[in-house]
């Protein structure tokens, strides 16, 4: 990981790293960016689709709509008890997993390029930044981003730390 920074007295900043989409940065990304809500209240929808798959099972009503609905029920009830293995699995089937990435803040924003990936975030876009124990979580417009710590030195968290106090 090679970064490079500089900060001026007329408050220019810039700030440029590289490193790697692996398992490690794509399991703190969900560790840090998922809520998890209470469990019974996960299980919710699950439990109704089974519920009405064996009500419609018992009433005779048709017994492949009644088996679809009890396997929609289990499929989601797998679906939340794999939630992280199942993410993990999925980035790491993409394309972008395992590519080296560029990250560059700067006065303008944020700028993450990968070969298969590009995104650039205006600080007037991101409506809240909260700084968790391993990095920032970047609010805008109900989507979260996240940005490991891992990769910034102190005085990128430190200008990051600035401009959430301004978005606050």
Known sequence: MTASSHSQLNASFSYSTHFTLDRAYYAECFDASVTQPAPRAEYTKALGFLLI????????????????????????????????????????????????????????????????????LSWDSIDDIQETSAGFLLLTGGQKHYLSKRFLDEACCQFMRGKGAKQG
């Open 53 to 120: 798959g064996l009500a419609l099972l018992l009433t005779g009503v048709n017994a492949y709509a009644s088996w679809f609905i009890i396997a929609l029920g289990v499929l989601e009830g797998l679906s939340i008890k794999f939630k992280r293995p199942w993410y993990l699995t999925r980035q790491m089937m993409s394309k972008a997993a395992g590519n080296e990435a560029s990250l560059t803040l700067n006065e303008q924003g944020i700028s993450i390029e990968s070969l298969y990936v590009k995104q650039q």
